[in-house]
């Protein structure tokens, strides 16, 4: 399985942007996808996730901004983030894990900074 992220910028706090993360290869056994977050000097977080069934979680510092959707025929998982503040700023992973989470597998990542 192979991911490739899209869609990271530099934008002003209280704007939007939305990830992309397509996927290719072998991803019929593939259930859960979603993304992480890393700032610089701080560990990889979950930012938010979703199921084959469509349950989603989130974080509790971007529930109400971010949105997180797949869209099967194209292969691909979106991040829509509105609100955007400065400790928004990170390298965001887009990630496919297979059911049971036997298996994850990541993007190379897509940096967001949100700065003025």
């Known amino acids: 399985v192979q991911l490739v992220e899209s869609g990271g910028a530099l934008v002003q706090p209280g704007g939007s942007l939305r990830l992309s993360c397509i996927a290719s290869?072998?991803?019929?056994?593939?259930?859960?996808v979603g993304w992480y977050r890393q700032a610089p000097g701080k560990e990889r977080e979950l930012v938010a996730r979703?199921?084959?069934?469509?349950?989603?979680n989130y974080a509790d510092s971007v529930k109400d901004r971010f949105i997180i959707s797949r869209h099967y025929a194209k292969k691909t998982v979106y991040l829509q983030m509105n609100s955007l503040k400065p400790e928004d700023t990170a390298v965001y992973y887009c990630?496919?894990?297979?059911?049971?989470?036997?298996?994850?597998?990541w993007g190379q990542g897509t940096q967001v900074t949100v700065s003025s």
């Open positions: 979703i199921t084959g069934g469509s349950v989603t």
């Open positions: 290869g072998s991803i019929l056994n593939i259930y859960t």
């Open positions: 990630f496919a894990e297979t059911v049971g989470s036997i298996q994850r597998y």
